[in-house]
């Protein structure tokens, strides 16, 4: 991995963005599935499809660390025209596998169609437009975002169906959200709510910025030791009760997060999980008299639990009629060597499809101070390291590529090293190691420009795409 680019003027457009407003990109084609009823529903798919494409008009400069200093002044497609490859690109980096992003998305499509569930995937995982397209285009429901700058960078691109899975208190984000109700009728948008003060608050912003729709919320449940969430369905009850005598709120149905409760797939993980959602569940059911609307939400289900989650409150569905399931697995898409390779559904299950990860970190040996260590320039800077060290897997040298031997592996990293032990003499100095990495959500914000291979696994991956983030 160097300099070269492997520019050729004249060759095919590489499968990026670039000239597929409509489609997206080609990677993601499927011939299989297409949306279904009331999936990916609204105007188009959902987002805006020429401001996606748009991206492919930025001029690629220095404030993209992942793209060589040979691609500066052109733009992402006149770039990604001369089929640049993997040799091409520097270290530290970070790459994205189209085979894995193709696979994982239509897996967790045809997952939630056979469990009779939406998905509305946690957008925060990769702040990508393009990715939020794909999805939208595979039939999810919505995307999901955590803050206020998320939701405007969301509207920014035109997506037009959001759910904040966090309570909005912010009087001006609230006046600015009311806002974007009143001047687009076909945007929809909902907010949780935990307490009653919270409630309070939101009507009185909502009252002094004058705005006209309601804004829809469900009342969060929570759990003993958890993170947010009105703390037992009583105290529930309490907020949906707030929320019925609010006039610029409209009570939608019932969310909550059950993976703040577990961290793995133990039976008395699993059994936690379980009793949550029964709690929720019940609360939905309380509640079933009081919506003010005949298709009330019930949503949970990160990218851990999501299985759990289906079997425990698609049942809601025969017992409040016009129920809608949603869960919001986001790290689905890129999935990982680590974390979620053990504790996903979709991993660990055996009655079920696979994913398979879709990033990947590169770093180069720089030093080799000692027989049985090698520095690595690759850091945390670079690479998550919340959930797990990266793992190293190959080894591309002069020759072809290898697997790193069995003992090879990243005991820490600094801010711009990883420390990579017991590699010997098959990391030499100047080898390039690919990296298994763990925790998608802290691996996207490192990147701002994210290159996409064909094939991570090739002898020369060719890029096919960047892909753009905005943290």
């Not at 993170?227 to 969310?255: E, F, S």
């Not at 409040?320 to 919001?328: A, D, L, M």
Request: contains cysteine; proline residues 8%; negative net charge.
């Amino acid at each position: 991995m160097g300099e070269n680019s492997g520019t050729d003027a004249t060759a095919e457009r590489a499968n990026g963005t670039a000239g597929r407003a409509e489609a997206g990109p080609q990677y993601f084609a499927d011939p299989v599935r297409s949306p279904g009823p009331g999936e990916g529903d609204g105007p188009g798919i959902g987002i805006d499809t020429a401001a996606v494409a748009a991206l492919a008009d930025e001029i690629l400069d220095f404030r993209f660390k992942a793209v060589p200093a040979d691609a500066w002044g052109r733009t992402v497609r006149d770039w990604l025209a001369t089929r640049p490859t993997l040799d091409g690109l520097g270290t530290p980096l970070l790459t994205l596998d189209a085979a894995a992003l193709a696979h994982n998305l239509h897996t967790m499509a045809a997952w939630c169609r056979d469990a009779g569930v939406r998905l509305a995937p946690h957008g925060k995982t990769t702040m990508a437009p393009a990715l939020w397209q794909a999805q939208l285009a595979a039939g999810a429901h919505a995307i999901t975002l955590a803050n206020l700058p998320q939701l405007r960078v969301a509207r920014a691109f035109g997506v037009q169906r959001l759910l904040l899975a966090n309570t909005l208190l912010d009087p001006a984000g609230l006046a600015w959200i009311a806002d974007e109700l009143d001047r687009d009728p076909d945007f929809a948008f909902t907010s949780w709510v935990d307490s009653t003060d919270s409630v309070r608050q939101m009507d009185a912003a909502l009252r002094a910025a004058g705005a006209r729709r309601p804004v829809e919320v469900l009342v969060e449940l929570g759990g003993p030791g958890g993170r947010t969430g009105a703390r037992g369905v009583p105290a529930a009850l309490d907020v949906a009760a707030a929320v019925l005598a609010a006039p610029t709120l409209r009570l939608a149905g019932v969310g909550g997060y059950e993976g703040a409760l577990a961290h793995d797939a133990s039976d008395a993980a699993l059994a936690a999980v379980r009793g949550y959602l029964a709690d929720l569940a019940d609360l939905h059911r309380r509640l079933a008299a009081d919506y003010p609307t005949p298709t009330p939400v019930v949503t949970a289900g990160g990218s851990a639990y999501f299985d759990t989650v289906a079997q425990e409150l698609t049942p809601l569905t025969r017992q409040v009629p016009g129920t809608t399931v949603i869960v919001r697995a986001g790290a689905y898409l890129a999935h990982d060597d680590g974390f979620y390779r053990g504790i996903s559904p979709l991993s660990r299950r055996p009655d079920t499809t696979p994913l398979r990860s879709a990033m990947h970190g590169w770093a180069r040996v720089v030093s080799h101070p000692e027989p049985q260590l090698a520095l690595l320039d690759a850091g945390k800077r670079d690479l998550p390291f919340d959930e797990g060290l990266p793992e190293p897997q190959l080894v591309r040298g002069a020759g072809p590529l290898a697997d790193t031997p069995a003992g090879a592996t990243v005991t820490a990293l600094n801010d711009q090293h990883a420390f990579l032990r017991n590699a010997g003499a098959a990391a030499p100095v100047g080898a390039v190691l690919r990296l298994g990495l763990s925790h998608p959500c802290t691996a996207f914000d490192k990147w701002s420009l994210i290159p996409v291979l064909d094939h991570a696994d090739a002898e020369h991956p060719r890029v096919v795409d960047l892909v753009r983030t905005y943290f």
